[in-house]
């Protein structure tokens, strides 16, 4: 038994709603990208609006200029793709020297009123799998997860081939 690995055979949440996704999810978990940038009190915010079309804001502490600490105030637009579950995420910051950036988005598991679990590759390598991905498990409770969510979180994480490369996102530390 080997694990497929493969960025293209990544199972996504089947039947995605996304306007029962919409609303506040608070990052409780991140598997960070090369070149990391959000680091802490993660906060995302999801609207779709009257055509359906999603848009997000994000709220996280960052670190600019290898000193600067400041809040960042993100904003997102989704473009859809074949598969309701997987978008893709154009995204600026509120400053100019925050990262822009055109992420994929993909929703891989979420019971919309608890957790969520979120992936992106940004960079595949020959053999199909990533090489530069991040993943956030996100929360309708600042609190964190529930106990009952854990399984299927841990689950997921280990399908996507991201076990154990979480860290913890803190919530509520002074700017
Ligand atoms: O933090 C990193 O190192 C990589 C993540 C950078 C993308 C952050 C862009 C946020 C734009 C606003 C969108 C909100 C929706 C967030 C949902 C999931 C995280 C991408």
């Not at 105030?73 to 579950?85: G, I, L, N, V």
């Not at 929703?107 to 990533?130: F, L, M, P, Q, W």
Request: hydrophobic share 35%; net charge negative; with cysteine.
């Amino acid at each position: 038994w080997a694990q497929d690995c493969q960025v293209d055979n990544i199972q996504v949440m089947q039947n995605f709603n996304r306007t029962k996704y919409a609303g506040t999810w608070y990052a409780v978990a991140k598997k960070d990208p090369v070149g990391l940038f959000l680091l802490d009190n993660i906060v995302a915010q999801f609207n779709i609006a009257e055509d359906g079309q999603m848009t997000a804001t994000a709220e996280g502490r960052v670190i600019i200029l290898q000193q600067w600490e400041l809040c960042a105030h993100m904003f997102a637009t989704f473009e859809d793709t074949y598969d309701p579950a997987k978008f893709k995420m154009k995204y600026w910051g509120a400053a100019a020297n925050l990262q822009t950036g055109y992420d994929d988005h993909w929703v891989i598991s979420t019971d919309y009123d608890n957790y969520a679990v979120h992936y992106a590759c940004r960079e595949k390598g020959y053999d199909g799998t990533c090489i530069d991905s991040y993943s956030f498990v996100f929360s309708r409770h600042p609190t964190g997860l529930r106990p009952e969510d854990q399984y299927i979180v841990t689950q997921k994480k280990q399908e996507i081939c991201l076990l154990g490369k979480y860290r913890r996102v803190q919530h509520n530390v002074s700017p």
